[in-house]
């Protein structure tokens, strides 16, 4: 096993005015599940690609625990890479794709069997190891990816999207059975997706990416409850962070015909800010006497819950038009109905602020 290091790696593409991936400094511990995740285009693919070498590093480095695998070939890496669209033989058998890495290293016939049958028994594949991929689900066919690269031993697993072929069930299925395979096994795992409720499900540490650069690494619950700035707060989490901004006022920022009460230090912190950003989740809300004023137009109801959906009360025609829609989840058999108008309330300890200014949180 080992750890991984982005030290200050960038990546320009030919053409390009702009870095796709720009001084990424990341450490990846040993056997540690991390997750890259973040909107299209935000690099996360590319970091996967350099580690891989698939792409070239421009500049900084790349080490693979204390070796420097910047300018090394894919071959001499000891990584093995799991695509999104699995890149199965179609001619060869299940027992032959997960062999055919060791075959091109001419480990002998018996330890390949050996490997394969024990990587089909961890993956519930031994029914299925004489049949053609043409034969196997979409779910059969990335697990058979995957045993092609456990079979390997190699010190990284490198993921790229491999869940995003499958249904909705399929996948929340997969999802759990390969988090707790990597726990089995123990290996180093980088795993890239655009899926934020992927990533808080399955890493150990969760990356978040936009527009090639870094913008925080921490534990999903960390990132869900301590957010560093707007983009953070905006991505992680489903339904999202409601995001609105209000007139600063005295003691607390106005929003609607509601002033939230904020902190004088907070406040202070922002001087010179005539307006913020405040962050609440949906489940902090509370319907109440007093609060911020929702104007419902839609109410989801799932069953244990419901979504109210809305623009903030209190507003003229002309601010209606741009008003931005918040979301709260209340108990289902307690939710209003649209068209009503509800106060809502949030915990002092659940009200983010953020500075319009610097987009970070000054909370």
Do not use: W
Not at 24 to 34: A, K, P, S, T
Not at 178 to 198: C, K, P, S
Not at 220 to 239: E, Q, R
Not at 247 to 256: F, I, L, P, S, W
């Amino acid at each position: 096993m080992a750890t991984v290091s982005y030290r200050d790696a960038s990546r320009v593409y030919p053409g390009s005015d702009r870095a796709a991936v720009n001084k990424l400094n990341l450490e990846i511990e040993d056997g540690e599940f991390m997750v890259l995740v973040g909107p299209s285009g935000c690099g996360k693919s590319t970091s996967l690609r350099m580690l891989a070498g698939l792409e070239e590093v421009n500049s900084g480095a790349i080490y693979i625990g204390d070796r420097d695998v910047t300018d090394l070939p894919p071959k001499d890496r000891d990584i093995a890479m799991v695509f999104q669209n699995y890149a199965l033989y179609p001619h060869m058998t299940v027992a032959d794709n997960m062999g055919f890495a060791l075959k091109m290293q001419n480990v002998p016939k018996e330890e390949r069997q050996k490997r394969v049958k024990e990587a089909a028994h961890l993956l519930g594949l031994e029914d299925f190891l004489a049949r053609k991929p043409k034969a196997l689900s979409g779910g059969q066919r990335q697990r058979v990816a995957m045993g092609r690269a456990i079979v390997r031993n190699p010190q990284v697993f490198l993921m790229d999207e491999p869940l995003s072929n499958l249904d909705a069930k399929l996948r929340v299925q997969t999802r759990t059975q390969i988090a707790a395979l990597q726990q089995r096994l123990g290996v180093t795992t980088v795993y890239v997706t655009h899926d934020q409720v992927e990533a808080m499900t399955m890493g150990d540490r969760v990356a978040v990416m936009k527009d090639g650069l870094l913008q925080q690494v921490d534990s999903p619950l960390a990132l869900y409850d301590t957010p560093k700035n707007l983009f953070v707060a905006g991505f992680i989490g489903s339904p999202a962070m409601n995001l609105i901004s209000g007139k600063r006022v005295e003691d607390g920022v106005q929003v609607g015909d509601y002033v939230v009460r904020i902190p004088r230090e907070t406040l202070a912190k922002a001087e010179g800010e005539d307006t913020l950003t405040i962050g609440i989740r949906p489940e902090a809300f509370n319907v109440a006497d007093e609060g911020i004023g929702l104007d419902i137009a839609v109410v989801e109801e799932l069953g244990a819950d419901s979504y109210l959906y809305g623009t903030l009360a209190g507003l003229s025609d002309d601010e209606i038009v741009d008003a931005q829609q918040f979301v709260a989840r209340v108990g289902a058999r307690t939710a209003p109905e649209k068209g009503n108008v509800v106060r809502l309330s949030a915990p002092a300890d659940q009200v983010h602020v953020f500075s319009n200014k610097t987009e970070e949180r000054i909370s």
